[in-house]
């Protein structure tokens, strides 16, 4: 009895913290240096997830759809580029290499990749083969992730 409830404690203040930390603070030193970035890709990948499915459902117009889904993409753009410098800043040796990001994102993206060893920085997407010129994680036609098959 005495162990249950000590664990019971433990866990509502493992709780109680983690509620806090995610709603009141403004901010906390995080884990990883990009942990409130990733959070924020996460909450952007989100909202394409739910605009993608919404248009689906017939909620959101063909033009608002694109229109959020590019800004959304284009928050995305920054997001990651700002992930970049802050682990190009973190480590220098690993700034030139494109391994450096993908610790933090812990995806890989077979087709940028590929595309990247073409010399060539075109990205078609798997789903519904519309072609773009530079890597991007949705797809700007079919809104579907970019970044291979893991889903
Ligand atoms: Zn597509």
Redesign the pocket.
């Known amino acids: 009895m005495i162990v249950a409830s000590s664990i019971a404690v433990v866990v509502i203040v493992l709780l109680y913290v983690l509620l806090i930390r995610h709603s009141d603070l403004p901010y906390v030193e995080p884990v990883s240096p990009v942990a409130h970035l990733d959070e924020r890709k996460a909450a952007i990948f989100e909202n394409i997830r739910d605009s993608n499915f919404e248009f689906l459902m017939g909620k959101l117009s063909a033009e608002d759809y694109q229109q959020t889904k590019n800004d959304l993409q284009k928050e995305l753009a920054s997001v990651n580029a700002e992930i970049e410098s802050v682990l190009a800043a973190l480590s220098p040796s690993d700034a030139g290499q494109s391994g450096a990001r993908r610790k933090a994102t812990t995806k890989t993206e077979p087709v940028a990749l590929a595309a990247a060893a073409n010399g060539n920085s075109a990205v078609v997407?798997p789903?519904?083969n519309?072609t773009f010129a530079r890597p991007m994680r949705f797809?700007g036609?079919?809104g579907?992730p970019l970044e291979g098959e893991a889903q």
């Open positions: 997407c789903h519904c519309a797809c036609e079919c579907k």
